[in-house]
């Protein structure tokens, strides 16, 4: 088999929404995502990444003058493209064990505890669904990273992250886990396990 190279890139052509999810947090959905986006802007696609909810100490300067993770502006470069603040609309900046500051679309919008925060969720998705559709418009592709874990079923009523964004916009799932971490095959059964039927027909798996 030949090497990969710029010359002979492998052809990646995910027309759409592709939605990575991870098992747990660091699973590796990061580097993936910018990884896909990658060889889609290599196969000669207009592409963008897109996480709606991130949690994150350090940020990102977009061109457009706000803030996303950085994650996100990594994904941008491997897209090719100039990072913006459609690409990471909720940026959650921690300030305790209970509280962050909430970047709303860039900017700074209030510090707030995780009860609170929980109730703003349903205020927060109608606009994330906003800077999807801009990207819609724009790219032939979206590459979508999940956030922590879709098996946090104490969340699931207003998740925007997770399963709550790839049911919302209807796109496929791929579920990634770490190996070396050890117990990835109960990370995936557990997974799949607190996932509701829909969800898990996403990942491929047909309904029990």
Request: proline fraction near 4%; include cysteine.
């Amino acid at each position: 088999m030949e090497p990969m190279t710029t010359e002979t890139p492998m052809q990646f052509s995910p027309r759409g929404t592709l939605m990575i999810q991870g098992t747990t947090s660091d699973a590796g959905k990061s580097t993936l995502v910018a990884g896909l986006c990658r060889l889609a802007r290599r196969s000669g696609m207009r592409v963008a990444p897109f996480k709606p909810q991130n949690m994150a100490l350090k940020s990102a300067v977009t061109v457009d003058g706000g803030e996303i993770g950085r994650a996100q502006a990594l994904q941008a470069i491997a897209a090719g493209v100039d990072a913006e603040i459609d690409f990471n609309f909720v940026l959650l900046k921690p300030t305790s064990d209970r509280g962050a500051q909430v970047i709303i679309h860039g900017h700074a919008h209030a510090n707030l505890d995780a009860r609170a925060y929980h109730a703003y969720k349903t205020v927060a998705f109608d606009a994330v669904l906003v800077s999807y559709a801009r990207l819609q418009q724009r790219f032939d592709a979206i590459i979508v990273e999940g956030a922590g874990s879709p098996a946090e079923v104490n969340l699931r009523d207003r998740d925007i992250a997770n399963m709550g964004f790839a049911e919302r916009v209807d796109c496929p799932v791929v579920l990634v886990a770490d190996i070396d971490r050890g117990g990835v095959f109960a990370h995936l059964l557990g997974t799949l396990a607190c996932l509701s039927e829909t969800e898990r027909v996403r990942n491929g798996f047909a309904a029990s």
